[in-house]
């Protein structure tokens, strides 16, 4: 009763938004004019309709946000592979080979953030004194539009493994992904709850047993994942575990189809 009650109540304030909105032609001009007496209920039905519609098109335009965010930094990727003939380390470290700073650090001169980038003090970890408070100045390409992290935090992450991704501390170059750079994630967006501080030289840490772990809710149906030859794909939340294992390993010779 309810229900077709509500479906009355919305076709008598159709029939009222009908009576009046009034298209007016002058000539070649055409205006409409909006009468007063929609109401203040007529008008929160109205909103009522159209937020669903609103609330989908703010979520597409999140969603391509973040998509570009992860082509702007598969394009900075390659440009440091093109300067240094490899990939970023995974982490800038010290003559000891300990982590100090994120690969996102080292990528900020090819992301015309050269100036972030000397403030910097690459022989000192990510929470010195210096470092720690640089964290919070985090470049809007690490940035994900409308996801909840705390300040500083992304959920931008690389891929790193000893059969994946990149090299743990260990030089990288396009030469060594034998499975081809289109069938291989080098970025992916991991969910809200695995955000790291874009300073800190931490990843998300992919177990092949279970590789969609902490994966698949970046946003509604899916994550996006940047390809080692700077494709942005989509990944479904369904996807099946062992194609997406494919997918992250450097050099496995396993058939890929990507649906």
């Known amino acids: 009763m309810m229900r077709q009650a509500t479906e009355a109540y919305a076709e ?3 029939a009222l938004v009908k009576e009046a909105i009034q298209p007016i032609r002058e000539g070649t001009d055409l205006t409409i004019a909006v009468e007063s007496q929609m109401g203040i209920a007529s008008t929160g039905v109205l909103v009522g309709l ?21 082509k702007q930094i598969m394009l900075a990727m390659h440009n440091h592979h093109a300067a240094f003939s490899e990939l970023p380390l995974s982490a800038i470290v010290d003559d000891d080979g300990n982590p100090l700073l994120s690969w996102r650090v080292a990528l900020l001169p090819f992301h015309d953030e050269n100036e972030l980038y000397q403030q910097f003090r690459l022989d000192e970890p990510w929470d010195s004194e210096h470092n720690l408070p640089l964290a919070q100045q985090i470049p809007s390409v690490y940035q994900p539009p409308g996801v909840l992290v705390p300040p500083g935090h992304t959920i931008y992450q690389a891929v790193v493994g000893d059969t994946i991704g990149l090299k743990p501390r260990q030089r990288t170059g396009f030469r060594e992904f034998l499975d081809g750079l289109s069938n291989s994630v080098l970025v992916l967006e991991t969910n809200a709850e695995q955000a790291v501080v874009w300073t800190k030289p931490e990843d998300i840490a992919i177990d092949l047993d279970d590789p969609l772990n902490g994966l698949g809710q970046a946003w509604q149906g899916g994550f996006h994942v940047g390809m080692g030859d700077g494709a942005v794909k989509f990944i479904s939340e ?15 010779r396993e058939p890929v189809d990507i649906p």
């Open 50 to 70: 159209l937020l669903p519609a609103v609330q989908a098109a703010r979520q597409a335009a999140r969603r391509m946000q973040s998509s570009n965010n992860i």
């Open 12 to 14: 008598r304030v159709s």
């Open 238 to 252: 369904a996807i099946d575990p062992d194609l997406f294992r494919k997918l992250l390993t450097r050099a496995g």
